[in-house]
């Protein structure tokens, strides 16, 4: 997974280039101003209401029942189980690359987390879809983590490996 | 007869002396304005207007909510006219909000703002307006700023005396501005006064929900009533209106409808009324009308038929209903906070009377009467009167209160807002306005509580204030600071169509009730597909369902084929955000009706009719993302004979899974909410 990481990052790098490149009026752009700016420290918690999640094995299966049922409500519109990235990334491999406080913040805390999260920027860079606010609760974005690593275990037969990342 | 007549001539040409002299003096911006106007008017940017101003649409059928003090239109609220923007009266959730006795009306001529009170206080839950031709009230929902609820009124014509809301919201009180014959039938109109009969509707309100019922009637004499006002505070559980044309004239009405010097004005005792309702003096009868009511959770109209309806004769029940006489050709009818002084307005005198409730009450009990009509007695006119403000100008027509002893009264003829003390009949201030107002709202200038800060005048005409923009111009609303002694001009903008009336309220009392979103998880809609798993398509006969939903940035299904000649197609949208200020359009090309704009968790459903065989193009109308002209499909028509298979799918997948609804709703079912 940190080559997937790694990937990503270059991939965001790319863009940056091309786009800080491309324009004339760089100066104007956002992304010039923001480099101009101190780069902020990248929390590998995100920014949000959640602090300490604490994982559990084995998992919690009514948790992943319930997680499912939101994923196929409010989800999977835009993200596929598997890596496959259609308005938003597959989820395939989310919990081996994001710590549980990122994920769970990014769901419920979109908007600030497209603000102002290096990590949530880069992916919107990708996507150039916001993320929409979607209105799930703390509890219901934990319900939709348990899924998720379900789904790792399944997809890439490997779950939690950013679980302590710093 | 014949030196009324004269009369009358003379007055109107006196009157219309008096438009064109003040026409054509001293009316500049120059002299009006003062310096800080535009700055008292400014809302900068980022911050909020203190006010929400409601404004009926008249002609236009609807309703437009403006910001006070910068003047911004902010919405348009469609309420009895079809409104393709949103697809209101097109979606079939929403097609049924037009059913009347008479049909399918999908428009009319909406006039007087009322919003819910408690305790005589505006609480920003509900706002009702009458539509005037097809007699109709309709409720709309302050947390989403929808039309909800329709109530068609029985027997009744041109609804123009409503839907005037008592200090609880128990009733909203209208009368019929047409006498007509009940139950209708085919008689000379040269009969009228012996066919021809006028009804007071009291509409009763739930207190929980807000759901209209029409509670009773009472049969009044075949006159014109006009506006009314309910009590407040001592005078509560009363109602006040203006009648006129008590000369029961059915032509020529401008001259024939002027004989008497006296109209009257109705006072009705609703209390006692609910009590005659109570001891069965009421009589009912077969009649038909409409009641339109959308189902919260699924947000879908179910129309119903009533069939019946209950009157009160004011013979069968004395002290029901009063009549004292009212200055000439009556129109304003207003209550000031106190609940004491009752304001009547004659277009065609030149004073003012304004009542004492007091009085009235203690002419009722000596029986101070002056005989009666059909066994309603007539108090006398002195014996209820407070006092006479006398010529404070021309055309008096509205008034409100400023919470401070001050009324504030729209001259029509003169074209002016008078300001005078409520007490003491002294006049205060008056300021010109351009030109020929009508109404005229303070925020809660109609309720116990009103906070006298600013004034709109409704204008009927508006010659030199803006861009012109053809024989027609926008009718203007000019706004006034009232909380020094002399009022200011401050600000004049357009309106949409002519509004009749406005409420204004505090800001803060709507603002934290707004709905951000409909909750998916809430959303009760037979046909919603609740996640993109379950958007699909059925066939049911002839019929196609389209299960479709709609994300940033695309719709799902994409692709549609199997659609037939014969078919009739139902896309049913619903908006998978939750996020407000997300709403996803929907438009199919030759579509005949309209498109849809669906809030989000929201279902709306559009009724499409193929015309040719082909491949059409559908999309999103309203620009939500980066991506926003990527979302869009096609829909394949075949002919009605050929054999293609119903086919659907997003990225080449077919999305079959029919089952997996049922498992997601099973097991949104088991979950714990936390
Ligand atoms: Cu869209």
Known sequence: MKQLLIALGGLSFVFLISCGGGGETASQSPAATAQEAEPPKADPKGIGEVKEVNLTDPLEESMITTGKAIYE????????????????PGWAGVTNKRRPEWIMNMITNVDVMLAEDPQA???????????????VSIGDARALLEFMRKNDVETVGEKDQAANQI | MKTNTIFLTLFFLLVLGAVFLTDCSQRTTQTIVEGDAAQQAYVPPGEYDEFYAFMSGGFSGQVTAYGLPSGRLLKEIPVFSKYPENGYGYSEETKAMFNTSYGEVPWDDSHHIELSQT??????????????NTPRIARVDLTTFETVEILEIPDVAGLHCAPFITENSEYLVSGTRFSVPIPQEDVGIDTYQENFKGLINYVSVDPEEGHMELAFQIEMPGYNYDLARNGKGKSHGWSFLTTYNSEQAHTLLEVNASQKDKDLLAIVNWKKAEEYLEQGKGQTRETSFYHNLMDESTSIVNSTEVTETTILNPQDCPGMVYFIPVPKSPHGCDVDPTGEFIVGNGKLSADMSIYSFDKLMAAIESEDFAGDINGIPIINYESGLHGILQKPGLGPLHTEFDGKGNAYTTFFISSEVVKWDVESLEVLDRQSTFYSPGHLVIPGGETRKPEGKYLVAMNKITKDRYLPTGPELAHSAQLFDISGEKMKLVLDFPTKGEPHYAQAISAGKIVPNVKKFYRIEDNGHPRAAKGEGQARVEREGKEVHVYMTAIRSHLAPDNIEGIKMDDEVYFHITNLEQDWDVPHGFAVQGATNAELLVMPGQTRTLKWKPFKPGVFAFYCTDFCSALHQEMSGYVRVSPANSDVPLKWGLNNENTTATNMREQAEQQLAQRVDD
């Open chain 1, 73 to 88: 409500m409010k989800c999977s519109a835009c993200h596929k189980l598997t890596d496959q990235r259609v308005v938003g």
């Open chain 1, 121 to 135: 920027q880069k992916l919107l860079e990708e996507c150039l879809t916001r993320m929409p606010n979607q209105g």
């Open chain 2, 119 to 132: 305790d005589g206080e505006f609480d920003g839950r509900w706002l009702f307006v009458n539509g005037n």
